[in-house]
T-cell receptor, first 114, second 111 residues
Framework: EAQVTQNPRYLITVTGKKLTVTCSQN?????MSWYRQDPGLGLRQIYY???????DKGDVPEGYKVSRKEKRNFPLILESPSPNQTSLYFC?????????????FGPGTRLTVT | DAKTTQPNSMESNEEEPVHLPCNHS???????IHWYRQLPSQGPEYVIH?????VNNRMASLAIAEDRKSSTLILHRATLRDAAVYYC????????????WGAGTKLIIKP
């Protein structure tokens, strides 16, 4: 089954404790991205990747890191989480980037930083 | 800014057609119009997209105004499973690689 998976689905952590949210897709997609979703603000893009070893900042990259060492994986790293990073996070992928390509989204990771 | 304007919420009866409007008066000539939906407690899901002419797929139809300043997502026969937030999305004006997501329209289906 074609899908985007994220782990963990739920995470409660404390300020400053490094964490990684994994994202994996099994569709051989080139384009992957991370979003956060906060009430009243819609989805905002954090980082995206056009292909292996090619990443770039989205609208809200501060406090986040990403890497793309393999085509299927695109982990999101919070080196020193803070309470304002409490949010719902989604990973997405598409075959390539382009207006005529749909994005597939993961189920989401709900992160709480205390 | 190429951004969209949608009603905050809409209600419809089950098994009736639903027309979800979207205004995008600053759309550029090359921007596709994308629609996604987000069911409760799930990630967004692609619905449909188009450029100039009307589009149909198994989920919905997309009607695009001739001047492209507005579009309408049409669910031909809404079911309770169609209750979701529907997003009308355009490309980010400052980047080729981002989509602008607004607040969307919360669609409520009444049985």
């Amino acid at each position: 089954e074609a899908q985007v998976t994220q782990n963990p689905r739920y995470l409660i952590t404390v300020t400053g404790k490094k964490l990684t949210v994994t994202c994996s897709q099994n569709m051989n997609h080139e384009y992957m991205s991370w979003y956060r979703q906060d009430p009243g603000l819609g989805l905002r893009q954090i980082y995206y990747s056009m292909n292996v070893e090619v990443t770039d900042k989205g609208d809200v990259p501060e406090g986040y890191k990403v890497s793309r060492k393999e085509k299927r994986n695109f982990p999101l790293i919070l080196e020193s989480p803070s309470p304002n990073q409490t949010s719902l996070y989604f990973c997405a992928s598409s075959l390539v980037w382009g207006d005529s390509y749909e994005q597939y989204f993961g189920p989401g990771t709900r992160l709480t930083v205390t | 800014d190429a951004k969209t304007t949608q009603p905050n919420s809409m209600e419809s009866n089950e098994e009736e057609p639903v027309h979800l409007p979207c205004n995008h008066s600053t759309i550029s000539g090359t921007d596709y119009i994308h629609w996604y939906r987000q069911l409760p407690s799930q990630g967004p899901e692609y619905v449909i997209h188009g450029l100039t002419s009307n589009v149909n797929n198994r989920m919905a139809s997309l009607a695009i105004a001739e001047d492209r300043k507005s579009s309408t997502l049409i669910l031909h026969r809404a079911t309770l499973r169609d209750a979701a937030v529907y997003y009308c999305i355009l490309r980010h004006p400052d980047s080729n690689y981002q989509l602008i997501w607004g607040a969307g329209t919360k669609l409520i289906i009444k049985p």
